[in-house]
């Protein structure tokens, strides 16, 4: 009988996989990932349209969601339908700086889906009914959702940390839901749709007859330049702290948080390490002694999101009313820890094999690695800066980590949100 237990290997840098850019006749950038065994295909088309570009609140998501739902030659349901036909569907997605459409499909049918697609995207109606539809659901999904404690908490804390007039602050109400027309959607279509700044990536099974497909169909198209976006708000932070209990939830939720640095900044490497060790996986320090030491919550984590123009950084958790105090002096001493001395070696080790290991699930396939490429793109950074970050995690030193901290948290600026 062999006793020989197989050795445990500790996850170590590793190079990122390649992809290819070209310029099509009209400059349009194309981002191609090649790979995987069946023969099928993914397209995406970004632009920066997002709530950053937006000239009044919330028509970026507007205008995004109405694209699909009529063109000069289709309606929303023919639309839906012929993609559901080939075994399609046409996906739509609205961020803070960039929105997107995309559809995956076999590659016997990129033709007819892409002749469909550009109908979409090209020739749009925006059709008033549907537009009233889509009011309609979002004002319902939002009484909803502000009976929950969560969902109010972050919107308090975003607002309060970018202000109620930033892009990244501001929160949607019935009033400004209604108050989008199809004249306001129609401009910022014309404005921020088909410009310079926008891209294409493709993925799958991409042959020399498909780029040639795309050339024909995209290449011919007229890009607008971007328009200079000089007028992005200024953070209006409020430091003062909310607590509301007038849900009446047995439960409260809390956020705790700042504004952090972008994607483009030198330090964000070293901050993706520290939001790890303080909170950004099961084994981290708020999730070992708040919930599994102390017993104050069942789950609490931190969370660094990042945009084009900024980040936020905040922790979350959901407690009873009466530990609330007890578990946000907890919070306060466990990062007054991490910025006064530097973490254990064996603790790093572990975030460490932690991270990388994560990473490389990252790329594990050809769509996830188009998805990681997307989401370098959108934040305004090259795809190498993730091996960039693949290689600090791997020699990062526990000194480096608390010092990061130090440079990008404070506790006297940290802003607190209670609501249950």
Not at 39 to 55: H, M, N, Q, V, Y
Not at 102 to 130: A, H, I, R
Not at 149 to 161: G, Q, V
Not at 305 to 313: I, N, Q, R, S
Request: net charge negative; proline share 3%.
């Amino acid at each position: 009988m062999n006793n020989n237990k197989p050795r445990i290997y500790s996850p170590s840098a590793f190079i990122i996989p390649e992809y290819r850019m070209i310029q099509l006749s009209n400059g349009l950038k194309v981002y191609i990932f090649k790979g995987g065994e069946s023969d099928t295909l993914k397209i995406e088309w970004c632009f920066k349209a997002g709530r950053s570009t937006e000239s009044k609140q919330l028509v970026s998501k507007s205008c995004n969601s109405l694209i699909k739902e009529g063109s000069k030659y289709s309606s929303g349901y023919e639309i839906s339908e012929y993609f559901d036909y080939y075994g399609s569907a046409l996906t739509h997605n609205a961020g803070v700086d960039y929105n997107s459409y995309s559809f995956y499909c076999l590659g016997k049918y990129f033709d007819p889906l892409l002749e469909k697609f550009l109908e979409v995207m090209l020739y749009p109606s925006f059709p008033e009914d549907e537009l009233i539809t889509i009011q309609t659901n979002s004002i319902s999904r939002l009484k909803q959702d502000m009976d929950d404690a969560d969902f109010n908490s972050y919107r308090i804390l975003t607002e309060k940390i970018f202000g109620s007039n930033h892009p990244y602050g501001y929160n949607s109400t019935e009033q400004n839901i209604r108050s989008v027309g199809t004249p306001d959607i129609l401009s910022h279509w014309q404005l921020n749709y088909q410009t310079t700044d926008s891209f294409i990536i493709v993925a799958g099974n991409v042959t020399n007859i498909i780029l040639q497909k795309i050339e024909d169909n995209f290449g011919h198209i007229g890009l607008k330049k971007t328009p200079t976006r000089t007028d992005l708000k200024d953070i209006e932070r409020d430091m003062r702290p909310i607590k509301s209990f007038k849900l009446e939830k047995t439960q409260s939720s809390v956020k705790i948080g700042i504004d952090c640095v972008s994607r483009q900044h030198d330090d964000f490497d070293g901050m993706f390490v520290f939001n790890t060790v303080l909170g950004g996986y099961f084994n981290s320090r708020l999730n070992n002694v708040i919930r599994e030491a102390k017993g104050l919550t069942y789950n609490i984590f931190s969370t660094h999101d990042t945009y084009l123009y900024g980040g936020l950084f905040y922790i979350s958790a959901d407690t009873s009313q009466d530990q609330v105090i007890k578990m946000n002096t907890e919070i306060y001493t466990q990062i007054d820890k991490l910025l006064d001395k530097p973490i254990p070696k064996a603790e790093l080790e572990r975030v460490r094999g932690y991270l990388l290991g994560t990473l490389m699930t990252s790329f594990d396939g050809v769509y996830n690695c188009v998805e990681t490429l997307r989401s370098c793109l959108v934040e305004g950074v090259d795809f190498a800066s993730v091996q960039q970050l693949i290689n600090k995690i791997a020699t990062i030193e526990t000194t480096e980590v608390m010092e990061t901290g130090r440079r990008n948290l404070s506790i006297d600026n940290l802003i607190e949100v209670v609501i249950g």
